[in-house]
């Protein structure tokens, strides 16, 4: 079976001479693209030193992850950064003394699982947005305790529309609401009267 672990890494001051506040994380998948577990952490850094302790936080985690698993013959790490991966698949040279530190920290970890594939994957940013909020969270100040627990996901909601209040019993408009030429209340998300609104419930609006 394929593990898949995707990684990510970001600082809020991308500076080799001056690292600022950092965050990486990781999140795990099966092949069949089932979470599985997912951690992030804060640190003080460059973008890419955080893009590698993301991915070492992944490699550092492995222990646990193929106990919780099973039948794990390939890990697949998917970054969204072209220098880590091709970095670690020694298609770029490393220059950068601290990078070249912490990719012989991973490449001496993994030297354990040799009876396991290891690959690497570069993916668009787009495709790695769950390690990209956990990183956000880290940096928030949400630390992730408990690694197998539920995966920390961000609200798609944008607004809380009338239509939903209404059905909730939680409306209290200020403002008039507009009205059809009924003179009916109107959804301002939907535009269908508030009885009759097609947003969803706002405990599945998440």
């Not at 394929?2 to 506040?21: Q, V, W």
């Not at 092949?31 to 003080?44: D, G, P, R, S, W």
């Not at 012989?104 to 390690?131: M, T």
């Not at 305790?145 to 909601?157: A, E, I, T, W, Y």
Request: proline content about 5%.
């Amino acid at each position: 079976m394929k593990l898949i672990i995707y990684t990510d890494g970001g600082s809020r001051s991308n500076s080799a001479t001056e690292p600022g506040p950092a965050s990486c994380a990781f999140v795990a998948f099966d092949e069949q693209h089932k979470y599985v577990a997912c951690l992030n952490e804060t640190l003080i850094g460059s973008n890419n030193v955080a893009e590698y302790r993301g991915l070492l936080l992944a490699v550092n985690s492995l222990d646990p992850l193929l106990d919780f698993t099973s039948d794990v013959d390939r890990i697949e790490f998917r970054a969204d950064s072209q220098l880590l991966v091709n970095q670690m698949t020694r298609e770029w040279r490393c220059k950068d003394e601290n990078l070249i530190a912490l990719q012989h920290q991973i490449r001496e970890i993994l030297a354990f699982y040799s009876g396991i594939v290891i690959s690497y994957v570069w993916y668009p940013r787009e495709e790695n947005r769950d390690a990209d909020y956990l990183c956000n969270l880290a940096l928030d100040g949400n630390i992730i305790d408990n690694m197998f627990g539920p995966l920390p996901v961000k609200s798609k909601v944008r607004g809380i529309s009338a239509g939903q209040l209404f059905r909730a019993g939680r409306l209290t408009e200020s403002r008039p609401l507009r009205v059809d030429p009924e003179g009916y209340a109107l959804c301002g998300s939907c535009k269908e009267r508030l009885t009759n609104c097609k947003c969803p419930p706002l405990e599945e609006a998440v």
